[in-house]
């Protein structure tokens, strides 16, 4: 499902009126009347991708509607024209998905929606006029030299490439945007799609002859939609080869950077290349030889650049050697500026400290934000958002921004800040006042805190500037008004006309910081209170709660299960082992809430997110209503004419049956012929 932008709208006395505009938009959008909140809530805005769909949500619910069904009514109609169909996904939000094809990429868009189709309305609120643009298709693609596709035959060989796409495309339309001139008819153009979003590209049966080849691989956007036109040639040496070179070096900028050599043809697998191959500053290294590639993979890249020797005593392996050395002055790219969290928890204790660690490169500054979703908001956030997933735009509607901090990362003049390093935040200044609440913690960085080498030149850390400045904390006017706003659409002040996506991954360029892709968030909660809960099908769930930093159980602490409404369904205290046994009605345990005077800890029962068992035995069978029965003998066999001796034990923990009821045994032969039949009314011994 791809990701829809909605602009909510707030029921509030709201005065004026507020304006939006896109980036790079050309027509002039109108502003959106705050008066509607009344009836919408939210609604489809900015720049969505073609295989998107339009939606608005109301303020209230219309039970009548029928789901997921294609409506009757037109509801919507667009400028330009858009065909598709209409749906309810549920008794508020409608939804417009558009037929394929039909969102054209770098389109801008007015919707019109029909507001008194769906509600009775005041006039002038009769149709809701909104806008959204569609996102240009662009590509970016990368190729690597030829190899053969066999070790035994240089003849046949093959090209790989990685394709990066702005939009979503078929790989029957990526297929149609290659086209390899001056091959072989053999030659065939594959296109797989790889876990990380992109394409591999693979050009297979190119055909290396007797005489030098070149062959041309055109890669024309049109078929995507791109505007964009690109040429890359493959050079082929006769066969048979008579002189083994070296014809192409690179860095491999990948988790770990590793050199990649490229042979005229195989390497032989049976030489030392120790001595041949001589990388300065690269103490330690090991190696793969994977046909005519040599891969280099040091245990530590430097920094600095690499001089690569390659001697002539390496062979291939028909044992023709190299006639000439060669000698390549490389250069890693650096760690391209960017943040990770180093953990994967919500809970900080309440200790002296509430450390949340993260890991950093090529930055000497970050800054810090605090959005406090508040106690009473708690429930009605976890009901659309999660304590594992986040968006600001749904924490808008429950929080609100308190806190900023720059933090500087160059207090400890060891470290190396162009290399990863591990920092920590003490969060208790910003988020002690409230221990029952939750919090999102964002961390982003700007261009002017990067450190990363643009065309030879290294930025310099600020030096004298005072820590006032730079730890200003102060929420500024700026800061507020988002939150202030009747829509939680939240919006980052960069100057969209700056933006160039062929610039995303260039950190030399401002797009690199536009990206929101390079802010991180965490949801945290500060508390003591750790909570396990196992639920069954008996209508009761078994909480067990725990003092986080003592690890001890806590006796006596409330415990509170809710459903999805935000209902209470059942109530209870731990015992003095920690353990409460809480039975439920009206629904399913959605939030347990476990209360140690004003320290309060959250857990969501949502079954995504319970506990995989699947690496335990827990077989066994399944209890049918409750009853659980055992048929017990004082031997498994008996000879005719013996005395069989039978005991029954009935568990029934709900106390579902009356007392008297009877207990029925029937006796069958060998040949299940019905044989004896007794019927009691009254337990012995029990």
Same mark, same amino acid.
């Given at each position: 499902?791809?990701?829809?932008?909605?602009?909510?709208?707030?029921?509030?006395?709201?005065?004026?009126?507020?304006?939006?505009?896109?980036? =790079?938009?050309?027509?002039?959008?109108?502003?959106?009347?705050?008066?509607?909140?009344?009836?919408?809530?939210?609604?489809?805005?900015?720049?969505?991708?073609?295989?998107?769909?339009?939606?608005?949500?109301?303020?209230?619910?219309?039970?009548?509607?029928?789901?997921?069904?294609?409506?009757?009514?037109?509801?919507?109609?667009?400028?330009?024209?858009?065909?598709?169909?209409?749906?309810?996904?549920?008794?508020?939000?409608?939804?417009?998905?558009?037929?394929?094809?039909?969102?054209?990429?770098?389109?801008?868009?007015?919707?019109?929606?029909?507001?008194?189709?769906?509600?009775?309305?005041?006039?002038?609120?009769?149709?809701?006029?909104?806008?959204?643009?569609?996102?240009?298709?662009?590509?970016?693609?990368?190729?690597?030299?030829?190899?053969?596709?066999?070790?035994?035959?240089?003849?046949?060989?093959?090209?790989?490439?990685?394709?990066?796409?702005?939009?979503?495309?078929?790989?029957?339309?990526?297929?149609?945007?290659?086209?390899?001139?001056?091959?072989?008819?053999?030659?065939?153009?594959?296109?797989?799609?790889?876990?990380?979003?992109?394409?591999?590209?693979?050009?297979?049966?190119?055909?290396?002859?007797?005489?030098?080849?070149?062959?041309?691989?055109?890669?024309?956007?049109?078929?995507?939609?791109?505007?964009?036109? !690109?040429?890359?040639?493959?050079?082929?040496?006769?066969?048979?080869?008579?002189?083994?070179?070296?014809?192409?070096?690179?860095?491999?900028?990948?988790?770990?950077?590793?050199?990649?050599?490229?042979?005229?043809?195989?390497?032989?697998?049976?030489?030392?290349?120790?001595?041949?191959?001589?990388?300065?500053?690269?103490?330690?290294?090991?190696?793969?030889?994977?046909?005519?590639?040599?891969?280099?993979?040091?245990?530590?890249?430097?920094? /600095? /650049?690499?001089?690569?020797?390659?001697?002539?005593?390496?062979?291939?392996?028909?044992?023709?050697?190299?006639?000439?050395?060669?000698?390549?002055?490389?250069?890693?790219?650096?760690?391209?500026?960017?943040?990770?969290?180093?953990?994967?928890?919500?809970?900080?204790?309440?200790?002296?400290?509430?450390?949340?660690?993260?890991?950093?490169?090529?930055?000497?500054?970050?800054?810090?934000?605090?959005?406090?979703?508040?106690?009473?908001?708690?429930?009605?956030?976890?009901?659309?958002?999660?304590?594992?997933?986040?968006?600001?735009?749904?924490?808008?509607?429950?929080?609100?921004?308190?806190?900023?901090?720059?933090?500087?990362?160059?207090?400890?003049?060891?470290?190396?800040?162009?290399?990863?390093?591990?920092?920590?935040?003490?969060?208790?200044?910003?988020?002690?006042?409230?221990?029952?609440?939750?919090?999102?913690?964002?961390?982003?960085?700007?261009?002017?805190?990067?450190?990363?080498?643009?065309?030879?030149?290294?930025?310099?850390?600020?030096?004298?500037?005072?820590?006032?400045?730079?730890?200003?904390?102060?929420?500024?006017?700026?800061?507020?008004?988002?939150?202030? !706003?009747? =829509?939680?659409?939240?919006?980052? $002040?960069?100057?969209?006309?700056?933006?160039?996506? /062929?610039?995303?991954?260039?950190?030399?360029? $401002?797009?690199?910081?536009?990206?929101?892709?390079?802010?991180?968030?965490?949801?945290?909660?500060?508390?003591?209170?750790?909570?396990?809960?196992?639920?069954?099908?008996?209508? !009761?769930?078994?909480?067990?709660?725990?003092?986080?930093?003592?690890?001890?159980?806590?006796?006596?602490?409330?415990?509170?299960?809710?459903?999805?409404?935000?209902?209470?369904?059942?109530?209870?205290?731990?015992?003095?082992?920690?353990?409460? !046994?809480?039975?439920?009605?009206?629904?399913?345990?959605?939030?347990?809430?476990?209360?140690?005077?004003?320290?309060?800890?959250?857990?969501?029962?949502?079954?995504?997110?319970?506990? =995989?068992?699947?690496?335990?035995?827990?077989?066994?069978? /399944?209890?049918?209503?409750?009853?659980?029965?055992?048929?017990?003998?004082?031997?498994?066999?008996?000879?005719?004419?013996?005395?069989?001796?039978?005991?029954?034990?009935?568990?029934?923990?709900?106390?579902?049956?009356?007392?008297?009821?009877?207990?029925?045994?029937?006796?069958?032969?060998?040949?299940?012929?019905?044989?004896?039949?007794?019927?009691?009314?009254?337990?012995?011994?029990?």
């Amino acid at each position: 499902m791809k990701k829809q932008g909605l602009f909510y709208i707030y029921v509030a006395f709201v005065w004026g009126i507020f304006f939006f505009s896109f980036a =790079s938009c050309k027509q002039k959008t109108s502003p959106i009347d705050p008066e509607f909140a009344r009836y919408i809530a939210a609604f489809t805005y900015g720049n969505i991708s073609p295989e998107s769909y339009i939606e608005i949500e109301l303020a209230r619910e219309l039970p009548a509607v029928e789901l997921n069904a294609e409506t009757k009514e037109k509801f919507f109609s667009f400028s330009p024209s858009i065909k598709g169909k209409t749906y309810w996904t549920n008794s508020r939000t409608i939804r417009f998905v558009p037929d394929a094809g039909q969102l054209k990429p770098g389109k801008e868009y007015k919707a019109k929606f029909h507001l008194d189709k769906a509600l009775e309305t005041e006039s002038k609120f009769k149709t809701f006029n909104f806008y959204f643009r569609v996102n240009e298709q662009n590509f970016s693609f990368d190729l690597l030299p030829y190899s053969p596709m066999s070790i035994n035959d240089l003849k046949w060989n093959s090209v790989t490439g990685t394709l990066r796409l702005a939009n979503n495309a078929s790989l029957e339309e990526i297929g149609k945007i290659f086209e390899v001139k001056g091959a072989n008819r053999e030659a065939k153009v594959s296109v797989k799609p790889a876990p990380d979003g992109t394409y591999q590209v693979s050009i297979d049966s190119l055909r290396r002859t007797d005489k030098p080849e070149s062959y041309k691989l055109v890669v024309n956007g049109n078929a995507i939609g791109a505007k964009k036109h !690109e040429e890359f040639t493959t050079n082929f040496p006769a066969l048979p080869e008579t002189q083994f070179q070296v014809i192409d070096v690179r860095v491999m900028n990948e988790n770990s950077p590793y050199i990649r050599v490229t042979f005229s043809s195989p390497l032989s697998q049976d030489q030392d290349i120790q001595g041949l191959v001589v990388p300065s500053g690269i103490n330690n290294f090991t190696y793969q030889i994977d046909k005519n590639v040599l891969k280099i993979y040091p245990e530590t890249y430097p920094h /600095e /650049e690499v001089t690569l020797q390659l001697h002539q005593g390496l062979r291939n392996f028909e044992n023709l050697a190299l006639e000439k050395d060669y000698t390549y002055q490389l250069r890693a790219e650096s760690e391209k500026p960017q943040i990770k969290m180093g953990k994967n928890g919500n809970i900080l204790p309440n200790s002296k400290e509430l450390i949340l660690p993260f890991n950093a490169v090529n930055l000497w500054a970050v800054d810090v934000k605090v959005i406090k979703i508040y106690q009473n908001n708690i429930l009605y956030y976890l009901q659309s958002g999660s304590m594992n997933t986040n968006s600001i735009g749904e924490v808008r509607r429950f929080g609100r921004l308190i806190k900023k901090k720059q933090i500087r990362l160059d207090t400890d003049k060891t470290l190396d800040l162009t290399q990863w390093n591990h920092f920590n935040i003490d969060l208790a200044p910003m988020i002690s006042e409230d221990p029952g609440a939750i919090y999102m913690v964002q961390l982003s960085f700007k261009q002017d805190y990067s450190l990363y080498n643009c065309g030879g030149t290294t930025p310099r850390i600020p030096e004298g500037l005072s820590m006032r400045n730079f730890g200003d904390e102060i929420i500024s006017e700026e800061d507020e008004a988002p939150w202030d !706003e009747t =829509s939680p659409y939240y919006y980052e $002040p960069f100057d969209w006309a700056e933006y160039n996506w /062929e610039e995303r991954d260039d950190p030399c360029k $401002p797009s690199y910081y536009m990206n929101r892709d390079r802010i991180i968030e965490t949801m945290v909660m500060a508390s003591n209170v750790g909570i396990i809960a196992k639920s069954g099908n008996e209508n !009761e769930i078994t909480v067990a709660v725990t003092d986080i930093l003592s690890t001890s159980p806590l006796s006596g602490a409330d415990v509170t299960v809710y459903n999805y409404q935000m209902q209470v369904i059942g109530k209870g205290k731990t015992d003095g082992q920690g353990f409460a !046994e809480i039975g439920y009605k009206n629904g399913k345990p959605f939030v347990v809430t476990a209360a140690n005077g004003n320290d309060i800890g959250y857990l969501e029962m949502k079954e995504e997110l319970s506990l =995989s068992l699947s690496n335990f035995d827990v077989g066994g069978k /399944e209890i049918q209503k409750g009853l659980k029965g055992y048929v017990y003998g004082e031997r498994g066999v008996w000879r005719p004419g013996d005395t069989i001796y039978l005991s029954f034990i009935l568990e029934d923990k709900a106390k579902k049956l009356p007392e008297g009821h009877p207990v029925t045994l029937e006796v069958y032969t060998p040949t299940r012929q019905f044989y004896h039949r007794q019927v009691k009314t009254k337990g012995e011994n029990g």
